[in-house]
C-alpha cells in the first residue's frame, strides 16, 4: 500500500519568512496530493491540492510542487503569518481505482513567531 | 448542511463498554470516509461508503469495529468491548461524488477517550 513521509515534523519561523514542508510517496499510482492544516481541536481542513497531470499550483501566499519522478510534493508558504501557526499535513491516493482512501503523512508543527 | 456533522464531540467510556459515533455528511455528498486520529499523528483510514455500500473497510482494525450507512446519507461508526487503544479521534469525512480529485471536507472529529 501507499506510504507518505513527511519532513520537518516541528517548523519554527519568524513572521514573515517562508516555511517548506517536504513530503515523498512510494505508489507511483497515487495522483491526488492534498495538504490540510489541522488547528487544535478541529477536524483537517484542505488548504490546497495538486494532481499529477501539473508540476505547480499556486493559491495568494500559499504553493504546491509535485515532482512525479522523485515521487515527492512540497508545501510552500510565503510571508507567514501568526494564524498561519498548526499542524499541516500531506496526503496522497489513487483516485483512478477503486480505494479512495487518502494515506497521510504523520504531519508537520508549524509556529509562526511574531 | 454547511458542513460535516459528528456526535458526539466527546465521548468518555469505560473499558468494556460500546460506543456509537454519528456522521452527517454534506447534503448530497456520495462518498463518506471514517478515519482514525491518534494523538500527534495523523489520520488513518477506516473504511469507505459511495452512497450506502461499504467499498473498503480494510482499514478497520478489528471485529469489535463496525459502520453502517443504511441509507446513504448519515452513518454510524460502532466500537463494540471499547478497549484503551481504541482512544483516539476519530474523524468523518465526505465528498461530492466518488469521482476524479473531489475535494474531501472532514469533520471535527469524535474525541473518545477510553478509561
Known amino acids: 500500500g501507499e506510504n507518505v513521509e513527511q519532513h520537518p515534523s516541528t517548523l519554527s519561523v519568524q513572521e514573515g519568512d517562508s516555511a517548506v514542508i517536504k513530503c515523498t510517496y512510494s505508489?507511483?499510482?497515487?495522483?491526488?496530493f492534498p495538504w490540510y492544516k489541522q488547528e487544535l481541536g478541529k477536524g483537517p481542513q484542505l488548504i490546497i491540492d495538486?494532481?499529477?497531470?501539473?508540476g505547480e499550483k499556486k493559491d495568494q501566499r500559499i504553493a504546491v510542487t509535485l515532482n512525479k519522478t522523485a515521487k515527492h510534493f512540497s508545501l510552500h508558504i510565503t510571508e507567514t503569518q501568526p494564524e498561519d501557526s498548526a499542524v499541516y499535513f500531506c496526503?496522497?491516493?489513487?483516485?483512478?481505482?477503486?480505494?479512495?482512501?487518502?494515506?497521510f503523512g504523520s504531519g508537520t508543527r508549524l509556529q509562526v513567531q511574531p | 448542511g454547511a458542513g460535516v456533522s459528528q456526535s458526539p464531540r466527546y465521548k468518555v467510556a469505560k473499558r468494556g463498554q460500546d460506543v456509537a459515533l454519528r456522521c452527517d455528511p454534506i447534503?448530497?455528498?456520495?462518498?463518506l470516509f471514517w478515519y482514525q486520529q491518534a494523538l500527534g499523528q495523523g489520520p488513518e483510514f477506516l473504511t469507505y461508503?459511495?452512497?450506502?455500500?461499504?467499498?473498503?473497510k480494510s482499514g478497520l482494525p478489528s471485529d469489535r469495529f463496525f459502520a453502517e450507512r443504511p441509507e446513504g446519507s448519515v452513518s454510524t461508526l460502532k466500537i463494540q468491548r471499547t478497549q484503551q487503544e481504541d482512544s483516539a479521534v476519530y474523524l468523518c469525512?465526505?465528498?461530492?461524488?466518488?469521482?476524479?480529485?473531489?475535494?474531501?471536507?472532514f469533520g471535527e472529529g469524535s474525541w473518545l477517550t477510553v478509561v
Open positions: 469525512a465526505s465528498s461530492w461524488t466518488a469521482g476524479d480529485g473531489n475535494t474531501i471536507y
Open positions: 505508489d507511483s499510482a497515487s495522483n491526488y
Open positions: 495538486i494532481r499529477s497531470n501539473v
Open positions: 496526503a496522497a491516493s489513487s483516485m483512478d481505482t477503486g480505494r479512495r482512501a487518502l494515506t
Open positions: 447534503s448530497g455528498h456520495v462518498s
Open positions: 461508503f459511495q452512497n450506502e455500500a461499504q467499498l473498503d
